[in-house]
């Protein structure tokens, strides 16, 4: 009778220990439940595009028209409420379904600057020809103030939803604790609507610049993220997409619109927390 009682608590002693020895599992083994928000900043570059121009009593395109964003630089404005939309930003907001696949909704705030004082190629018709200094002798026009000024500059905000894939490789590393530090590659493809606040002067006629549901968007990215502490992170995207605004607004006259519709190519850099609920 001793010797099972002692055997007994022998064994009940080796599992005691046995389970005082198993390796807790690390917060950063499972994605499933976790919410996350990231904040960041871009750069972007866009094609050429053909954009159309019609009113009461103008119908004209002006044909590979060539823009550029306009990058604030590493600024305090980022982080400042009263100044926050005056650089180029990304807020993105998102919930795991599972361990890799998650779900989110941003606003990607990209600025679209059309050159100035370039020779482009036009067809149609408008009032006042040759007046705003922008007759060229062999048939182009030149894209003076006068004639025409056109920036999506507070934004071109492209307001989208993503389906994302997230794969740790950390292993690809040896690292030892992803609860420390942790390496995820991401993918994912978007939708959404453009939602720009057009700054524009055309022939003359007095600045607009009004919030405008203005067309839509499809995007694809891919990235890095890098999370320390299991909590905070760094991301490193590059996203790319199509945009077709069909009904930008250009005057104060709801029958004076603009069309147009070209790929872009966003560099983004974001830091973010993950967290649950």
């Given at each position: 009778m001793?010797?099972?009682?002692?055997f007994?608590?022998l064994?009940?002693?080796a599992?005691?220990?046995a389970?005082?020895t198993?390796?807790p599992?690390?917060?950063?083994?499972?994605?499933?439940?976790?919410?996350y928000?990231f904040?960041?900043?871009?750069?972007?570059?866009?094609?050429k595009s053909d954009?159309h121009f019609?009113?009461?009593?103008?119908?004209?395109t002006?044909?590979?028209?060539e823009?550029?964003d306009?990058?604030k630089?590493w600024?305090i404005?980022?982080?400042?409420?009263?100044?926050?939309t005056?650089p180029?930003?990304?807020?993105?907001?998102?919930?795991?379904i599972?361990d890799h696949?998650n779900?989110s909704i941003?606003v990607?705030?990209?600025k679209?600057v059309?050159?100035?004082?370039r020779a482009?190629?036009y067809?149609?018709?408008y009032?006042?020809?040759?007046?705003?200094?922008e007759?060229?002798?062999?048939?182009q026009?030149?894209?003076?103030?006068d004639?025409?000024?056109?920036e999506?500059?507070?934004?071109l905000?492209y307001?989208?939803?993503e389906?994302c894939?997230v794969?740790?490789?950390?292993?690809w590393?040896?690292l030892?604790?992803?609860d420390?530090?942790?390496?995820n590659?991401?993918?994912?493809v978007?939708?959404?609507f453009?939602?720009?606040k057009?700054?524009a002067?055309?022939?003359?006629?007095e600045?607009?610049?009004?919030f405008h549901i203005?067309?839509y968007?499809?995007?694809?990215?891919?990235?890095?993220?890098?999370?320390?502490f299991k909590?905070f992170?760094l991301?490193a995207e590059?996203?790319g997409?199509?945009?077709?605004?069909n009904?930008i607004?250009?005057?104060k006259?709801n029958?004076?619109?603009?069309s147009?519709?070209?790929?872009?190519f966003q560099?983004?850099?974001?830091?973010?927390?993950i967290?649950?609920?």
């Amino acid at each position: 009778m001793k010797t099972k009682f002692l055997f007994l608590l022998l064994a009940i002693s080796a599992n005691i220990k046995a389970q005082e020895t198993v390796t807790p599992e690390k917060y950063t083994s499972h994605n499933k439940g976790k919410f996350y928000i990231f904040w960041g900043g871009n750069r972007e570059s866009f094609t050429k595009s053909d954009i159309h121009f019609t009113g009461d009593n103008y119908d004209f395109t002006l044909y590979d028209v060539e823009a550029h964003d306009k990058p604030k630089g590493w600024h305090i404005d980022y982080f400042n409420p009263t100044r926050i939309t005056i650089p180029q930003t990304n807020l993105r907001i998102g919930y795991f379904i599972n361990d890799h696949y998650n779900i989110s909704i941003g606003v990607d705030h990209m600025k679209y600057v059309m050159y100035q004082n370039r020779a482009v190629d036009y067809t149609g018709y408008y009032p006042n020809q040759g007046s705003y200094g922008e007759t060229l002798p062999n048939g182009q026009i030149l894209l003076t103030e006068d004639f025409l000024t056109f920036e999506h500059t507070d934004g071109l905000n492209y307001i989208n939803t993503e389906f994302c894939r997230v794969d740790d490789i950390s292993k690809w590393f040896n690292l030892p604790n992803t609860d420390k530090f942790q390496i995820n590659i991401t993918e994912g493809v978007g939708a959404g609507f453009l939602y720009p606040k057009t700054n524009a002067k055309l022939l003359g006629n007095e600045r607009h610049d009004d919030f405008h549901i203005s067309g839509y968007g499809v995007s694809a990215k891919a990235g890095l993220n890098f999370t320390f502490f299991k909590h905070f992170f760094l991301e490193a995207e590059l996203k790319g997409g199509y945009i077709d605004m069909n009904d930008i607004r250009t005057t104060k006259n709801n029958s004076d619109k603009a069309s147009q519709h070209f790929l872009f190519f966003q560099r983004i850099i974001a830091i973010g927390g993950i967290f649950k609920i």
